[in-house]
T-cell receptor, first 111, second 114 residues
């Protein structure tokens, strides 16, 4: 039981490039979330999903897109990366609407 | 929306002493308050949570108190140990119809000095 896994662990992009971050969970959770973590600002919700095929915007959705084609996977896409998107990205999942389980994070550097 | 303020941003204590981290929230409808611990290079991990119908909850050396009237809640760690050193985040969530959207505090770096 791996819990929540994230791919890749670290990535460097040039401004304007695109990429997709993959989150996978093997706990059969309905809810999945993408957060970004910046120094001194805690965790901010980007997008979330309440079930397969559904997505919704969080606090800071601009510049990101998401898809939940399979229950166990939640993808975060950056179509045209900007230096302001340099951050650590965390995925989380939950069975109900409370306890969230976090992945190990993806460090993204946009030059 | 919800706003969560967390203090202090850094806290150093001697091993064996107690540590207290405080958070305030703005949305009186919030009714779920988890605390997460984040070790270096890892994702946050839930350590304790409290709901608005409870004033205090304990789990071994960790306790959380909630004052709904004042809209603040606190994390108390007693008999601190070096392995308690980490970043701690509080969060608050309103009772939304679908997924709860947690709003996190900015974090407290706790250092336990041997």
């Amino acid at each position: 039981n791996a819990g929540v896994t994230q791919t890749p662990k670290f990535r460097v992009l040039k401004t304007g490039q695109s990429m997709t971050l993959l989150c996978a969970q093997d706990m059969n959770h309905e809810y999945m979330y993408w957060y970004r973590q910046d120094p001194g600002m805690g965790l901010r919700l980007i997008h979330y999903s309440v079930g397969e095929g559904t997505t919704a915007k969080g606090e800071v959705p601009d510049g990101y897109n998401v898809s939940r084609l399979k229950k166990q996977n939640f993808l975060l896409g950056l179509e045209s990366a900007a230096p302001s998107q340099t951050s650590v990205y965390f995925c989380a999942s939950s069975y109900d609407t409370e306890t969230q389980y976090f992945g190990p994070g993806t460090r993204l550097l946009v030059l | 929306g919800e706003n969560v303020e967390q203090h202090p941003s850094t806290l150093s204590v001697q091993e064996g002493d107690s540590a207290v981290i405080k958070c305030t929230y703005s949305d009186s409808a919030s009714n779920y308050f988890p605390w997460y611990k984040q070790e270096l290079g890892k994702g946050p991990q839930l350590i304790i949570d409290i709901r608005s119908n409870v004033g205090e909850k304990k789990d071994q050396r960790i306790a959380v108190t909630l004052n709904k009237t004042a809209k603040h809640f606190s994390l108390h760690i007693t008999e601190t140990q070096p392995e308690d050193s980490a970043v701690y985040f509080c969060a608050a969530s309103p009772p939304l119809g679908s997924a709860r959207q947690l709003t996190f505090g900015s974090g407290t770096q706790l250092t336990v000095l041997p």
